[in-house]
């Protein structure tokens, strides 16, 4: 293991032995790391270096036990303002991306945080954090939302973590008609203008095919106690199939984005698999392999006539 292993490895016997009130003995270091006794004194000597306030616990037993406070370990976190202000910017962007359980999530997160400071350094830390801030200007940034029931995202998730099936009551976008899904949910894809959870029929319907369904279309979810089958299906690979969070059959895309905005394309990344080559008229093509034609009008409608649809012809 190298130096980084290990100091990841120091730092969570650190947080265990914070955690517990019996302390930890060498025996539970010896199991939880899988190393040898001499290796696990170590780590223990290790930690004693670094936190002198590390106590050994009368257990009334011959086992050694060790335990260190949690006022010594907070000691050593401390945060800088940019740090805390990207927890804020986050928060920001998902609440404008209509992710507010997410951004809910992130602000306890940042709570818990900001408690380890020391009062002093937090109060001056907070300060200049909402001053920078107020220089990205996020806070005030108007934008449209898109609003998801967070309780049916609850209850998908736990659906997705217990491997269990669900059942929606879905509108569809196209005739407002109310249908009943019982469904084998994947994960959510959450894109600039609609976020979706990714699911099977579990009857297979479609030759087994995920599909999206838009967050903002369910109307009632119910978790079933009906299994999900494990099937292999890798929302990863799903995922760089599409373009953006919208899903289709993958086909060959090729764009050639002229000189005058050749250096500004160079510094997106349109897809995870894109190559992209520099051409001798200061052009710049960009190749991929993905779905989601209405997606791509969309967002090469931003481009106007600086962006030429080499490939497909259809989306021209």
């Known amino acids: 293991m190298g ?29 939880e790391f899988d190393v040898s006794r001499r290796t696990a004194e170590r780590m223990k000597t290790a930690l004693l270096d670094s936190f002198p306030q590390m106590e050994e616990v009368d ?17 050593l976190i401390s945060f800088s303002p940019l740090e805390l202000s ?21 602000q306890i997160v940042e709570s818990k ?23 990205e200007g996020l806070v005030l940034r108007p934008a449209p939302q898109i609003k998801i029931n967070p309780e049916f995202i609850n209850q998908i998730r736990h659906a997705i973590l217990s491997c269990h099936q669900i059942k929606i009551k879905y509108k569809k976008k196209s005739d407002s008609h109310i249908s009943n899904y019982q469904l084998i949910p994947y994960g959510f894809l959450y894109g600039q203008r609609d976020h979706y959870l990714v ?6 319907w479609d030759e087994g095919r995920a599909h999206n369904y838009s967050l903002q279309n369910i109307i009632e979810v119910e978790i079933l106690p009906d299994v999900s089958p494990d099937d292999g299906f890798s ?23 002229s000189p005058k905005v ?13 190559t992209i080559t520099e051409n001798p008229d200061g052009s710049l ?32």
């Open 235 to 257: 929302l990863e690979k799903y995922a760089q199939e599409s373009f953006g969070a919208y899903h289709e059959k993958p086909f060959d895309v090729e764009w050639l984005f």
């Open 199 to 204: 699911a099977k029929h579990s009857d297979n």
């Open 262 to 274: 050749a250096e500004e394309a160079k510094n997106y990344v349109f897809h995870p698999t894109q």
């Open 86 to 106: 990207v927890f804020k910017t986050a928060e920001d962007l998902l609440k404008s991306q209509g992710m507010d359980e997410k951004a809910d999530i992130l």
């Open 59 to 75: 257990t009334g037993e011959r086992t050694k036990r060790w335990r260190i406070s949690q006022r010594s370990l907070n000691s």
């Open 3 to 31: 130096t980084y292993g290990k100091i990841i490895d120091l730092f969570k016997l650190a947080l265990q032995m914070q955690e517990t009130s019996e302390g930890i003995s060498i025996e539970e270091i010896k199991k």
């Open 113 to 135: 945080l900001r408690n380890l400071l020391k009062p002093e350094q937090k109060r001056r830390v907070e300060v200049d954090a909402e001053e920078l801030m107020k220089a």
């Open 285 to 316: 093509t960009v190749k991929f392999k993905a779905g989601g034609k209405w997606e791509m009008d969309w967002f090469l409608y931003t481009w106007g006539n600086e962006v030429k649809v080499i490939k497909p012809k259809s989306t021209n």
